[in-house]
């Protein structure tokens, strides 16, 4: 069977920038397996797969798969797939207007339209779950892991730690712009190190001025690889720092660049909302741009 796809770039008004992700929006019929060939063919950091939703007043059912396994929640795919159904117009016979709703493995992830005029320009999420924080790391073995020294790691606000609103990543501040830049990592001290609490995630940021930071994002499934835009662990990072302020009741607002160091830069923009000192909501969003289309048989 013949199944419409679409490529977006994502988090980024470049094309050939940000995040590439493929959308397959005729996936109804397809099981796992087929998923999981498909995701391999196309060999995106992520693939979705657009499903009728079991519940008819949400949007899709969409599930994420890398080119080995299955997500349950992850960023720049929903904001890719929330763009390339908006262009689109229509999901299931259901219109689509300035907001979405995806049934996903991790729960119920609300989707909002962005424009420019009348022009769709992006899109972004609401994080399906509250923050959760896990085991902390040494900055010794972060560090090995990036190919850094120890005094790399900053641990003044927190330790290396994981952290999650949907998907788990370490997470570790490093001290400038420059460290960042000396990545680089060390397979054998990856799998010393990781998994920890069920990830190889590594996210490392950069406080890079007021309200903006800079991060990179390695993983090791199962080789290391790093991702260009990281929507679900800028959520969870902007979630941690959130949670880590002063503020009682506040919106915290960040703009994150990430993949500048691999020539796909991104920009992601991200939002915390504390109440009464509790961390109750985080987005993030951002642009994205056409790229491809066509039909695949599977």
Same mark, same amino acid.
């Given at each position: 069977?013949? *199944? &419409?796809? !679409?490529?977006?770039?994502?988090?980024?008004?470049?094309?050939?920038?940000?995040?590439?992700?493929? !959308?397959?929006?005729?996936?109804?019929g397809l099981d796992t397996?087929?998923?999981?060939?498909?995701?391999?063919?196309?060999?995106?950091?992520? $693939? $979705?797969?657009?499903?009728?939703?079991?519940?008819?007043?949400? $949007?899709?059912?969409? %599930?994420?798969?890398?080119?080995?396994?299955?997500?349950?929640?992850?960023?720049?795919?929903?904001?890719?797939?929330?763009?390339?159904?908006? %262009?689109?117009? /229509?999901?299931?016979?259901?219109?689509?207007?300035?907001?979405?709703?995806?049934?996903?493995?991790?729960?119920?992830?609300?989707? &909002?339209?962005? *424009?420019?005029?009348?022009?769709?320009?992006?899109?972004?999420?609401?994080?399906?779950?509250?923050?959760?924080?896990?085991?902390?790391?040494?900055?010794?073995?972060?560090?090995?892991?990036?190919?850094?020294?120890?005094?790399? @790691?900053?641990?003044? *606000?927190?330790?290396?730690?994981?952290?999650?609103?949907?998907?788990?990543? !370490?997470?570790?501040?490093?001290? /400038? @712009?420059?460290?960042?830049?000396?990545?680089?990592?060390?397979?054998?001290?990856?799998?010393?190190?990781?998994?920890?609490?069920?990830? +190889?995630?590594?996210?490392?940021?950069? &406080?890079?001025?007021?309200?903006?930071?800079?991060?990179?994002?390695?993983?090791?499934v199962p080789d290391i690889?790093?991702?260009?835009? $990281?929507?679900?662990?800028?959520?969870?990072?902007?979630?941690?720092?959130? =949670?880590?302020?002063?503020?009682?009741?506040?919106?915290? /607002?960040? #703009?994150? *660049?990430?993949?500048?160091?691999?020539?796909?830069? +991104?920009?992601?923009?991200?939002?915390?909302? #504390?109440?009464?000192?509790?961390?109750?909501?985080?987005?993030?969003?951002? +642009?994205?741009?056409? !790229?491809?289309?066509?039909? @695949? =048989?599977?």
């Open positions: 069977m013949r *199944r &419409r796809y !679409v490529t977006v770039d994502v988090f980024t008004e470049t094309k050939f920038g940000g995040n590439p992700l493929a !959308v397959v929006l005729d996936a109804d397996e087929a998923m999981q060939a498909v995701a391999r063919e196309f060999n995106y950091s992520e $693939t $979705t797969f657009v499903l009728p939703p079991a519940d008819a007043a949400h $949007t899709a059912h969409v %599930r994420i798969f890398t080119p080995v396994q299955e997500l349950p929640f992850a960023g720049h795919p929903n904001v890719g797939t929330a763009y390339a159904l908006a %262009r689109i117009g /229509k999901a299931f016979e259901r219109e689509i207007h300035g907001s979405l709703v995806f049934e996903e493995a991790a729960g119920l992830v609300p989707m &909002r339209i962005l *424009r420019k005029g009348s022009d769709i320009t992006g899109a972004e999420l609401s994080a399906p779950q509250a923050l959760t924080r896990g085991s902390t790391l040494a900055p010794e073995a972060v560090a090995a892991c990036l190919g850094l020294e120890p005094s790399d @790691i900053v641990t003044d *606000r927190h330790p290396p730690v994981v952290a999650s609103v949907g998907t788990e990543f !370490v997470i570790a501040e490093l001290r /400038k @712009i420059e460290t960042l830049a000396r990545i680089r990592p060390d397979a054998a001290a990856f799998a010393a190190n990781l998994p920890v609490d069920g990830t +190889s995630k590594l996210h490392a940021y950069v &406080r890079a001025g007021r309200g903006v930071l800079q991060a990179r994002m390695f993983f090791a690889r790093e991702d260009p835009a $990281t929507g679900s662990a800028n959520a969870a990072l902007a979630a941690l720092l959130a =949670d880590l302020g002063h503020e009682q009741d506040h919106v915290f /607002k960040w #703009k994150i *660049r990430q993949g500048v160091e691999m020539g796909r830069p +991104s920009l992601l923009l991200a939002e915390a909302d #504390k109440i009464a000192g509790a961390v109750v909501a985080v987005r993030v969003g951002g +642009s994205c741009v056409s !790229v491809m289309e066509g039909l @695949i =048989d599977a």
